[in-house]
């Protein structure tokens, strides 16, 4: 993966394990719920760049309308989804210029995009927390995660 190009293509870096886990496997959709980007992506659905544009865009008609979460206005973060559900949840990080991208929050937003929720933590440690049941989201389905875990590539679709 050309990582250069990809975060020129949306005007900033890109946490280290995001990218180590996208080399390892690429997105996909886990627990046949939560849709994990890849840049490039063949499958619409799951292509960073498009999800990017599209949010960028829907997230500003809605601040029209409502505030942003405190985390974007404190700290005068850009909002980059990083995966979403067929629910319509979105996971995004919220990155604060001048802070490391292995230190940025993981924000969730509701469908409604009323409600928000912030994680302290890295892409891949909200997933291995949310599937170990570690950590349990008020917004994210309740059959999230499954008992018996499952991923399918992108690249299978």
Known sequence: MDWGRVEAGIDSSLPRDYKE??????????????LLFEPDSGHRAYD????????TEANEILWDLEPPPPEVTENDARLI????????EYLYWAAVKGV???EWRVLINDASSTLWETYDMTCTEF???ALNRDVVSGILWSRFPR??????????M
């Open 48 to 55: 960073l760049k498009r999800a990017f544009d599209q949010r």
């Open 127 to 129: 997933l291995a927390s």
């Open 147 to 156: 008992g018996e875990h499952t991923f399918r590539p992108v690249r299978e």
């Open 100 to 102: 490391p991208p292995e």
């Open 81 to 88: 989804p990083w995966a979403t559900t067929d629910n319509g």
């Open 21 to 34: 886990l996208i080399d390892s496997c690429g997105g996909g959709l886990i627990d046949e719920y939560l």
